[in-house]
């Protein structure tokens, strides 16, 4: 059974170190298991304990009234929230400890109930972006494992490419063509296939090249193409900080509009220049697209 420290603990479920300290303290919630050199650690029933008190605490249970409750009584409640769909932290946090458990089938089930309920759309930008950030994050800080990371996003990926397949063209007068990709040194195809499946429901034309494209080969394909916009999405936090470096790359080979999304889009500030134009968010994506 794996073992993971309070600074893991507080990655995973969100919640500073002192105030888990201050329940234990306090109302004797989740103490720490000890090593035989009495160091302190949570095994994964304590951690899934914690992941169901933060739940119901956002959901407006005081931690007294928590304290009072069995491991049971616990599980019991968060198991009637589970089912509201809508309840993006409750979600967020099931779909959490789905991936630590590698368990498909709950995540599947979490995902495919969201979906039904808000859409996509919504689904993606209240509970599938922020549960990639935070994945991501506890990946690059060695909280969780790479293959943690690659079980989600595969999950994802597989979902978003089904909705993809299903959607109906509509007709459009206007139709426009977009190249999409992800340059090189960026891995992560959720968002890309997040604006490819906008785009065709918006009706327009895209030609999907996935991640680490060469800048070379970008330049040919614009050249052959002919799209009217380049398409990105910069999310992995092993571009370093410093992306409109990285961005004026990309407009060096690519001299057409230019997209850039991506989590990272908000987190920095981007030089303005013309040909670009950042997407900060799932509403500037869907703004943008259909006005085109």
Known sequence: MKKYSISDIESLIGIKAHTIRAWETRYNL?????????????DEDDLKMLLNIVALNENGYKISRIAKLSRQQVSDL??????????????????????????????????TGCIDEMGLVKTMDLVLFPFMKRVGMLWQTGTIDPSHEHFASSLIRDKIIVKIDKLEKPRKKKVLRFVLFLPEAEMHETGLLFARYLLKKCGHETLYLGSEIPYADIKKVISGYKPDYAFIVLTSLNLGKDLNKIIEKVMDYVEVPLLVAGSLISEFDILVKDRLTPLKNVCDMVEFLEEL
């Open 30 to 42: 989740v103490p720490p298991k000890r090593t035989p050199t009495n160091i302190r650690y949570y």
């Open 78 to 111: 968060v198991r009637q929230l589970d089912s509201d769909w809508g309840n993006e932290s409750i979600q967020l946090l099931n779909l959490s400890d789905a991936t630590l458990k590698y368990d498909e089938n709950e995540f599947s089930r979490i995902l």
